[in-house]
């Protein structure tokens, strides 16, 4: 039960204010001071090189780390308050590690800030080939574009561009999708691959005679052992991206039977969690 003293205007007493209030001020000092080994301990990875001979964004290992508080999470405070909360610790930390910096499609913007930080360096252009562009050259570590969508003009269709290993899918956003949301509103591009969690997402972009039909590409995957969770084709019905469980490596054996189809990995991200509360709090 709330305690009338501290919500009730008419009965507020002196005492149990500060009492609150000091209450407030050691919790707070608390997590500062949490905040701070938690930053010392990342700015010692980074002295020490630790990380040296890998890419210091790891979307897999931040994906388990949100999914795991998430997990774990009650109480009054919404859960995107979580999220928000621990990306901007996970940015900083990134940061800490490496020169990071994002280049992202104008309309972009708050995605890549909510996900890798508000003080994280942004360059946002007019055009996807434009961004990645800019990605190859070494201007960012990282790309934002807009979540591929169905009958796009190959201008705006840059998934048909991707060449992996160069470059690749490798994270979604948001992390937290909102109540209602079903799929991911960009995809994060970058020149490694995606380090694998227990529930993933993977991209096939497949090349398709015009007489084949899309039902066809459905049950020439489920054929091969890779259905669906959706696929995508491009404005000239050329190109098409399927979506499927789990990283799909170049090398896949299941692709062997989808060669007429031109099937080409271009990488996957960790699966996004749902605004609710775990079922066994509901």
């Known amino acids: 039960m709330p305690d009338s003293a501290l919500t009730d205007p008419a009965a507020v007493q002196p005492e149990a204010l500060a ?6 001020d050691a919790i707070d000092d608390q997590l500062h001071d949490l905040l701070m080994r938690r930053a010392g301990l990342s700015a010692g990875l980074a002295a020490q090189g630790m990380k040296a001979s890998g890419a210091s964004f790891r979307p897999g290992r931040e994906a388990m780390i949100l999914r795991r508080l ?3 999470h009650r109480g009054p ?3 995107a308050a979580i999220a928000r909360l621990w990306r901007e610790v996970i940015a900083t930390s990134l940061r800490q590690q490496s020169a990071f910096s994002v280049a992202a499609l104008g309309g972009t913007e708050h995605l890549a800030l909510g996900h890798f930080g508000l ?6 252009h007019a055009t996807p080939s434009r961004v990645l562009a800019a990605l190859s050259a070494g201007e960012a570590t990282v790309a934002i574009l807009p979540s591929p969508a169905d009958g796009e003009p190959l201008a705006d269709a840059w998934w048909a561009s991707v060449e ?4 690749q899918v490798v994270a979604a956003l948001p992390f937290l999708l909102r109540a209602g949301q079903t799929l991911p509103s960009a995809l994060v591009v970058a020149g490694f691959a995606a380090d694998a969690t227990p529930k993933d997402r993977g991209l096939i972009r497949l090349e398709r005679a015009p007489n084949t039909s899309r039902g066809a590409l459905v049950s020439a995957l489920a054929a091969a052992g ?9 404005a000239d019905g050329m190109r098409g991206l399927a979506e499927v469980e789990g990283l799909i490596q170049p090398g896949d054996p299941r692709l062997a039977s989808l060669s007429a189809l031109r099937p080409h990995p271009i990488g996957g991200f960790a699966e996004p969690s749902l605004d609710e509360p775990p079922l066994e709090t509901l």
Do not use: Q
């Open 119 to 124: 003080d994280t360096p942004m360059r946002t």
């Open 164 to 167: 992996a290993p160069r470059l």
């Open 226 to 234: 890779l259905p669906p969770l959706r696929v995508i084709l491009s």
């Open 19 to 24: 009492a609150a209030r000091a209450e407030f």
């Open 70 to 72: 998430l997990g774990r």
């Open 77 to 79: 405070m919404p859960r």
